[in-house]
């Protein structure tokens, strides 16, 4: 049987290996003890899954190891579990283990054992030391309210406390003044040069995109192709160790971990999130309102319901780029997003509230040129509702339903909550109509006349393109108890994005059975 020597070598995280070249010193390290095949992780010394470590533990016990190296204890095993095995294997195929900050280790001595034995508890006693220090750490930068850990995009730390992170980044070539030649010689600072764009600049701009777009993924989309930059599928993200350093990496074998990751939200190359769920991760977080949270994960970095979370509010509030009215519009478009069901792709306002009145399972949504119309999903199997209704039908029972119940809560409304659901500018405007009328019935001119119709027009105006946006800070009661809840117009005039709001927030579930609303339940 042929028998080789194999050398092993961990860094602990992507950082050590790609900015502190950790990797490249401990390789380089291993190599003058002329090894037949190295083993490398990026991976902490607790884990005991490391892949390459697994390849070299499975190649010890087909007996193919003569000699074990390594640079120090702790590079195989910060694990007592895995040190246990580790030593099993060592004695079982009497293979040979040599540590360079120690030399040859006999485990066939008690002495020798007892040596790597006070060494791995060294080794797992300053692990904990490092969880401790990592915890008082933590502890005292929140009793200081400063934010720990990689800040929010968008932003950077600066005297513990979150900022917008102004600092240019890009310029787009449109921008580029003509002619541009004599500007080449310009410093910096000089006010003849166009300020680029920076990351603080695209992270507004994303913000006004999606209550624009009102969807992720096209949001990113649009600020890719804005600032050119491909997607991560177009372009190779991963860049081998070995192809960077190919005369210090050479034979090495590596797990995926020890290439380089760009990280869109830390990477100079890359200006935004790649993925759409990130970007609405980011949207949800409490740092854009001004605030600082705490204990956002479990002791498994899984992250826990924000209900759970230490925020500290108003940490920063000169800093943020959502004000609490502007994130409930957002986190109501988010909600509303994620109801989605039926036909692949289909983004509707109405889909999940309609369902079906035989078998109870939410009805899907199809297409036909001229219009939109539900059916069951399970008319093929079991169901018997196999008639389908169109969207025009249930948006007039649906309206229906919620002007009668707006009708049946405005006994006696309450002024302060109605006052709550009209914006200012609402009340103005209704003030000086009520003064251009009573000038009507005293002089009732021409102008006096078109004047009073452009504010009419005006009002109903910001009833439709405003009104809408109060209501998303409102409960379903307040909503129903405005006035503009009992007028059928004012319904009808919504498009789709108001009524995608507005139905989230009233309508709990629509029955329906061969091809008739069945009945439509309210939030209470």
Not at 117 to 145: F, M, Q, S, T, W
Not at 222 to 234: D, M, N, S, T, V
Not at 313 to 335: M, V
């Amino acid at each position: 049987m042929n028998q080789i020597t194999a050398a092993y070598g961990r860094v602990s995280s992507q950082e050590q290996n790609l900015n502190q070249k950790a990797a490249e010193q401990q390789v380089h390290l291993l190599k003058k003890y002329n090894p037949d095949r190295i083993y490398f992780d990026v991976e902490k010394g607790g884990v005991s899954d490391r892949e390459q470590l697994c390849k070299l533990l499975a190649l010890m016990r087909s007996g193919h190891v003569k000699t074990l190296i390594a640079a120090r204890l702790d590079r195989l095993t910060r694990n007592d579990d895995l040190y246990a095995d580790l030593k099993r294997l060592l004695k079982e195929h009497d293979i040979k283990l040599y540590l360079i900050d120690l030399g040859d280790v006999d485990l066939n001595t008690a002495s020798g054992e007892l040596n790597l034995d006070i060494r791995c508890l060294l080794a797992i006693h300053e692990r904990r030391e490092l969880r401790d220090r990592v915890r008082r750490g933590h502890r005292y930068r929140r009793e200081r309210k400063a934010p720990f850990g990689r800040a929010a995009w968008g932003f950077v730390v600066e005297n513990e406390r979150f900022v917008k992170d102004t600092h240019p980044l890009i310029c787009l070539l449109k921008q580029r003044p003509e002619p541009y030649e004599h500007l080449v010689n310009e410093p910096d600072d000089s006010s003849q040069l166009m300020r680029g764009i920076s990351r603080a600049d695209i992270a507004q701009e994303a913000l006004n995109l999606f209550q624009e777009l009102r969807h992720p993924g096209p949001v990113l989309g649009a600020l890719r192709q804005k600032y050119g930059i491909p997607h991560k599928r177009e372009i190779a993200i991963l860049q081998d160790d070995r192809e960077r350093r190919a005369e210090v990496f050479s034979g090495v074998y590596y797990t995926e971990k020890t290439r380089k990751s760009v990280d869109p939200t830390t990477s100079k190359e890359l200006l935004l999130y790649n993925a759409p769920h990130s970007l609405v991760e980011w949207i949800l977080n409490p740092v854009l309102r001004g605030h600082t949270v705490y204990n956002k994960y479990d002791k498994a970095k899984r992250e826990l319901p924000p209900e759970q979370w230490d925020i500290q509010y108003n940490t920063h509030p000169q800093q943020r780029y959502l004000s609490d009215e502007q994130f409930e519009e957002l986190q109501a478009i988010i909600k509303a997003n994620h109801r989605r069901v039926g036909t692949p792709g289909a983004t509707f306002y109405l889909t999940s509230l309609i369902h079906c009145d035989c078998c109870g399972h939410p009805m899907v949504l199809k297409y036909r040129p001229a219009y939109k119309y539900y059916g069951c999903r399970n008319t093929s199997a079991h169901c018997q509702n196999r008639g389908c209704i169109r969207t025009e039908k249930l948006d007039e029972a649906i309206i229906r339903r919620i002007v009668e119940r707006a009708v049946q809560v405005a006994g006696a409304p309450s002024a302060a909550r109605i006052s709550m659901l009209e914006s200012p500018e609402v009340s103005a405007l209704r003030e000086q109509i009520a003064e251009t009328e009573l000038l009507l019935q005293r002089r009732p001119t021409a102008s006096l006349k078109q004047a009073y119709s452009d504010m009419q027009k005006e009002l109903q105006e910001f009833i439709r393109n405003s009104q809408y946006l109060a209501f998303v800070s409102a409960s379903a009661e307040e909503i129903l108890m405005s006035p503009y809840a009992r007028n059928v117009a004012f319904w009808y005039s919504l498009i789709q994005q108001e009524r995608e709001l507005l139905y989230g927030m009233l309508v709990r579930r629509v029955m329906v059975r061969d091809g008739e609303v069945v009945s439509v339940a309210l939030h209470s």
